[in-house]
């Protein structure tokens, strides 16, 4: 551990706190570091009434070194504000100031990440608590990779503070698809306003010239954002051009284009995000960009573990985890695949939707009138395999498929055939922190159904894709498929705890009957086999309403056998049943879009939730599917309109997908990308969409910010707010179906490699 300093802080305890409620009360002692300083201890580098530190370069963390005064009472409900004035030499420093408990399980007032300078500059933060904390106030300096010095004056922490709301720059109350419109497709944009009457608009082209005009249609209160909304068509404009303006009630959105164009690009950036999440494999920068070069993660060079011999849990921490113990005698050699989100984990069960949508999209390549096989072949990316002769796609799925393969419990072993739900860090690392430096240890997760029957789906699909282009390998995911797929029988309600979170997501789920339709429906597609047949017609999924007009997702994949059943061929018994059920649910979705004033197919009764976004994706997905089906329109105009929410035209005026528009999220919660809080790393790559809205208010940043938020509203561009803006490769893997979709829907025909 780094260097810290940490002292014990005044002891009045709760009775000064509340006293606090009604008078202003500082909390924190000699903030001034005046000369009869007594709280810091004599030992404190005070010099010239100033806290001045010699931060040793080389720390891992923001936490291994801090300056810290702890046993300060926070109240809920009381409202406060934390202030200092701070410094850094020889160059600019980005730390983090808290009030936060300093023991698990770390409850949090307050977390920010100021950026220091070689001058002087004053920071203030309010916030209300919103429980009781005896709690710390910290600034962590941890985690540069060079020394510093960091010089600290006036902290204080007084009660009573006026709070200073948070209020986003949504700028021009017109919101359009920042990247643009189809000339044959859907256009439309959303004005903020109260005026109760349609008001003028007019398109502009780049040369000033009017090329459209109109009056917009008054909507209402639009209860997915809680503002007053009207809305416009441009429907008729199909001349091609760049930057164009939507002028309207005094206000100009940002510029977009109107091209066959607009979405080539993303088809491959989408897709090449995967390429950046890879483990176990040196990152090349002459593929991805310079800035994302970086060295292989957790293949066991010093001072990572690696994830070349890992073992299991051991038996104390897996009663905590799952109220029993549980372990293993063997290790496994799980490197590659692809991590996660924004941690280091390595999870089955999202790992398996995300390589099975990525094998999706090649599979609609083969087989829905109008895709295009070439833009996903070989050469189509810039990955290390380009050149091989498999399509780039297979090659980038393949990658996290034979990690799959690794999870699963070897054949001499007890639960045989089994798949391990997860393996991850035995802690919490903080971040930004590069794979490859990541000290802690690794552990597998005991096996779950879950797993299982993801290895047996992803695998079985992945069977007769590659048959083709590799006879062995197809054999290899057919033959785990088949043993997953039996031990999942024998074994069919071992779950994943919700308790199972130190150091990696739970993603629990306690009712598996959704998987094993899934892994039945891709087994039967694969093989033709009675045994796989029965078990989807026996499925109450097979016929039952399992299409939500939330979204479906890594706890619910029943969809993905439908969807699979659907579109591929096969002698399916009821087959027209099965491809009507997915027109109707793409009705149902229809009708959403066509009732919302953003045009997205996504709109809660409740909560917004986690990873929104790829709720919306996974709707469009849907609707893309049914238009592959039947080659009706209005499918395809659907899923047209329904991204450009993704793409700005939302509340917040924002788009989700880093790199697209004029106004993007780019400090998406990642331990890799983590330039917000180190200026030497990158943003997520071009291409990368964040979780979205999440009005549950699931970290400690967005509830600070946006207590009581509608809906869109509930998201805030901070690498902190995990809950609204985590990077996940379950969101991109169905942007890449998406974005595939839509550069099929354009007339022009081009793969982009980027």
Request: glycine share 10%.
């Given at each position: 551990?780094?260097?810290?300093?940490?002292?014990?802080?005044?002891?009045?305890?709760?009775?000064?706190?509340?006293?606090?409620?009604?008078?202003?009360?500082?909390?924190?002692?000699?903030?001034?570091?005046?000369?009869?300083?007594?709280?810091?201890?004599?030992?404190?580098?005070?010099?010239?009434?100033?806290?001045?530190?010699?931060?040793?370069?080389?720390?891992?963390?923001?936490?291994?070194?801090?300056?810290?005064?702890?046993?300060?009472?926070?109240?809920?409900?009381?409202?406060?504000?934390?202030?200092?004035?701070?410094?850094?030499?020889?160059?600019?420093?980005?730390?983090?100031?808290?009030?936060?408990?300093?023991?698990?399980?770390?409850?949090?007032?307050?977390?920010?990440?100021?950026?220091?300078?070689?001058?002087?500059?004053?920071?203030?933060?309010?916030?209300?608590?919103?429980?009781?904390?005896?709690?710390?106030?910290?600034?962590?300096?941890?985690?540069?990779?060079?020394?510093?010095?960091?010089?600290?004056?006036?902290?204080?922490?007084?009660?009573?503070?006026?709070?200073?709301?948070?209020?986003?720059?949504?700028?021009?109350?017109?919101?359009?698809?920042?990247?643009?419109?189809?000339?044959?497709?859907?256009?439309?944009?959303?004005?903020?306003?109260?005026?109760?009457?349609?008001?003028?608009?007019?398109?502009?082209?780049?040369?000033?010239?009017?090329?459209?005009?109109?009056?917009?249609?008054?909507?209402?209160?639009?209860?997915?954002?809680?503002?007053?909304?009207?809305?416009?068509?441009?429907?008729?404009?199909?001349?091609?051009?760049?930057?164009?303006?939507?002028?309207?009630?005094?206000?100009?959105?940002?510029?977009?284009?109107?091209?066959?164009?607009?979405?080539?690009?993303?088809?491959?950036?989408?897709?090449?995000?995967?390429?950046?999440?890879?483990?176990?494999?040196?990152?090349?920068?002459?593929?991805?960009?310079?800035?994302?070069?970086?060295?292989?993660?957790?293949?066991?060079?010093?001072?990572?573990?690696?994830?070349?011999?890992?073992?299991?849990?051991?038996?104390?921490?897996?009663?905590?985890?799952?109220?029993?113990?549980?372990?293993?005698?063997?290790?496994?050699?799980?490197?590659?695949?692809?991590?996660?989100?924004?941690?280091?984990?390595?999870?089955?069960?999202?790992?398996?939707?995300?390589?099975?949508?990525?094998?999706?999209?090649?599979?609609?390549?083969?087989?829905?009138?109008?895709?295009?096989?070439?833009?996903?072949?070989?050469?189509?990316?810039?990955?290390?395999?380009?050149?091989?002769r498999v399509p780039d796609v297979l090659d980038e799925a393949r990658w996290e498929l034979e990690f799959l393969l690794s999870m699963q419990v070897p054949s001499d072993e007890p639960l045989a055939?089994?798949?391990?739900?997860?393996?991850?860090?035995?802690?919490?690392?903080?971040?930004?922190?590069?794979?490859?430096?990541?000290?802690?240890?690794?552990?597998?997760?005991?096996?779950?159904?879950?797993?299982?029957?993801?290895?047996?789906?992803?695998?079985?699909?992945?069977?007769?894709?590659?048959?083709?282009?590799?006879?062995?390998?197809?054999?290899?995911?057919?033959?785990?498929?088949?043993?997953?797929?039996?031990?999942?029988?024998?074994?069919?309600?071992?779950?994943?705890?919700?308790?199972?979170?130190?150091?990696?997501?739970?993603?629990?789920?306690?009712?598996?009957?959704?998987?094993?339709?899934?892994?039945?429906?891709?087994?039967?597609?694969?093989?033709?086999?009675?045994?796989?047949?029965?078990?989807?017609?026996?499925?109450?999924?097979?016929?039952?309403?399992?299409?939500?007009?939330?979204?479906?997702?890594?706890?619910?994949?029943?969809?993905?056998?439908?969807?699979?059943?659907?579109?591929?061929?096969?002698?399916?018994?009821?087959?027209?049943?099965?491809?009507?059920?997915?027109?109707?649910?793409?009705?149902?979705?229809?009708?959403?879009?066509?009732?919302?004033?953003?045009?997205?197919?996504?709109?809660?009764?409740?909560?917004?939730?986690?990873?929104?976004?790829?709720?919306?994706?996974?709707?469009?997905?849907?609707?893309?599917?049914?238009?592959?089906?039947?080659?009706?329109?209005?499918?395809?105009?659907?899923?047209?309109?329904?991204?450009?929410?993704?793409?700005?035209?939302?509340?917040?005026?924002?788009?989700?997908?880093?790199?697209?528009?004029?106004?993007?999220?780019?400090?998406?919660?990642?331990?890799?990308?983590?330039?917000?809080?180190?200026?030497?790393?990158?943003?997520?790559?071009?291409?990368?969409?964040?979780?979205?809205?999440?009005?549950?208010?699931?970290?400690?940043?967005?509830?600070?910010?946006?207590?009581?938020?509608?809906?869109?509203?509930?998201?805030?561009?901070?690498?902190?707010?995990?809950?609204?803006?985590?990077?996940?490769?379950?969101?991109?893997?169905?942007?890449?179906?998406?974005?595939?979709?839509?550069?099929?829907?354009?007339?022009?025909?081009?793969?982009?490699?980027?």
């Amino acid at each position: 551990m780094g260097f810290a300093l940490r002292v014990a802080s005044m002891t009045a305890g709760w009775a000064l706190a509340a006293a606090a409620q009604s008078t202003p009360v500082e909390l924190i002692a000699d903030g001034d570091f005046g000369p009869d300083q007594t709280a810091w201890g004599p030992d404190a580098p005070i010099v010239d009434g100033r806290l001045c530190l010699d931060v040793p370069g080389g720390t891992v963390n923001f936490w291994d070194a801090a300056v810290s005064q702890a046993n300060v009472p926070i109240v809920s409900g009381e409202t406060y504000e934390l202030s200092f004035d701070a410094s850094s030499s020889p160059r600019s420093v980005t730390v983090r100031a808290l009030v936060q408990v300093p023991s698990p399980p770390f409850a949090t007032a307050l977390d920010r990440n100021p950026v220091l300078g070689a001058d002087v500059q004053h920071f203030s933060y309010t916030f209300q608590a919103t429980q009781n904390l005896d709690a710390a106030v910290s600034l962590q300096v941890g985690g540069a990779s060079q020394a510093w010095t960091f010089c600290l004056d006036n902290l204080s922490l007084k009660s009573g503070a006026t709070l200073v709301p948070y209020a986003p720059d949504t700028g021009s109350r017109v919101r359009v698809n920042q990247v643009g419109y189809l000339p044959t497709g859907p256009k439309g944009a959303t004005l903020v306003t109260a005026a109760e009457a349609p008001v003028r608009w007019r398109l502009v082209a780049e040369s000033g010239e009017a090329v459209a005009h109109g009056r917009s249609e008054p909507y209402g209160v639009d209860a997915t954002s809680g503002l007053s909304v009207h809305t416009i068509r441009f429907d008729r404009v199909r001349a091609s051009g760049r930057s164009f303006r939507l002028e309207a009630d005094g206000e100009i959105s940002h510029p977009f284009d109107i091209d066959s164009d607009v979405y080539q690009a993303l088809r491959s950036d989408a897709f090449l995000f995967f390429y950046a999440q890879r483990s176990g494999i040196a990152i090349d920068g002459s593929l991805l960009g310079a800035e994302y070069a970086r060295a292989a993660g957790h293949v066991g060079v010093a001072p990572n573990q690696g994830d070349v011999s890992v073992p299991c849990m051991p038996p104390e921490r897996s009663q905590t985890a799952y109220g029993e113990p549980w372990t293993c005698d063997y290790t496994l050699d799980v490197s590659g695949g692809w991590y996660d989100a924004g941690d280091h984990g390595k999870y089955v069960v999202n790992g398996g939707i995300s390589a099975a949508q990525l094998l999706s999209t090649y599979e609609r390549a083969l087989h829905a009138r109008g895709a295009s096989r070439r833009a996903l072949g070989d050469g189509s990316l810039a990955i290390p395999e380009q050149g091989n002769r498999v399509p780039d796609v297979l090659d980038e799925a393949r990658w996290e498929l034979e990690f799959l393969l690794s999870m699963q419990v070897p054949s001499d072993e007890p639960l045989a055939g089994m798949v391990h739900h997860k393996i991850h860090d035995n802690a919490w690392s903080g971040l930004p922190l590069d794979p490859a430096l990541d000290p802690l240890p690794r552990e597998l997760h005991r096996p779950s159904t879950a797993a299982t029957l993801n290895l047996a789906a992803a695998a079985a699909q992945g069977a007769r894709l590659y048959r083709r282009y590799d006879a062995a390998f197809a054999d290899r995911l057919l033959a785990a498929a088949r043993v997953a797929w039996d031990a999942a029988l024998a074994t069919p309600a071992l779950y994943a705890p919700g308790s199972d979170g130190q150091g990696g997501g739970s993603y629990s789920d306690a009712d598996v009957s959704d998987e094993f339709y899934w892994a039945a429906a891709e087994l039967y597609l694969t093989t033709h086999e009675a045994p796989y047949l029965d078990a989807v017609l026996a499925s109450p999924h097979h016929t039952g309403p399992i299409f939500e007009l939330n979204g479906f997702s890594w706890a619910r994949v029943a969809a993905l056998g439908r969807l699979d059943l659907a579109s591929v061929p096969s002698p399916l018994p009821g087959a027209r049943a099965v491809r009507a059920s997915v027109l109707e649910a793409a009705d149902a979705l229809l009708a959403l879009v066509d009732a919302q004033a953003w045009g997205q197919p996504y709109a809660p009764t409740g909560n917004w939730v986690w990873g929104s976004s790829s709720q919306i994706l996974n709707n469009l997905v849907v609707l893309g599917t049914a238009h592959d089906l039947s080659g009706k329109e209005s499918y395809r105009r659907a899923v047209i309109e329904g991204v450009d929410f993704l793409f700005g035209r939302n509340a917040l005026n924002l788009s989700y997908v880093t790199g697209y528009g004029d106004v993007f999220s780019q400090n998406q919660h990642s331990r890799i990308f983590g330039a917000q809080l180190d200026g030497e790393l990158p943003h997520p790559p071009i291409g990368s969409i964040a979780g979205g809205p999440n009005s549950a208010l699931q970290d400690p940043v967005i509830r600070q910010l946006l207590t009581g938020c509608i809906g869109q509203n509930c998201y805030v561009d901070d690498i902190n707010s995990y809950s609204t803006n985590e990077i996940a490769i379950n969101w991109n893997a169905p942007l890449a179906w998406v974005a595939s979709f839509l550069a099929d829907a354009s007339p022009a025909e081009h793969a982009s490699c980027r």
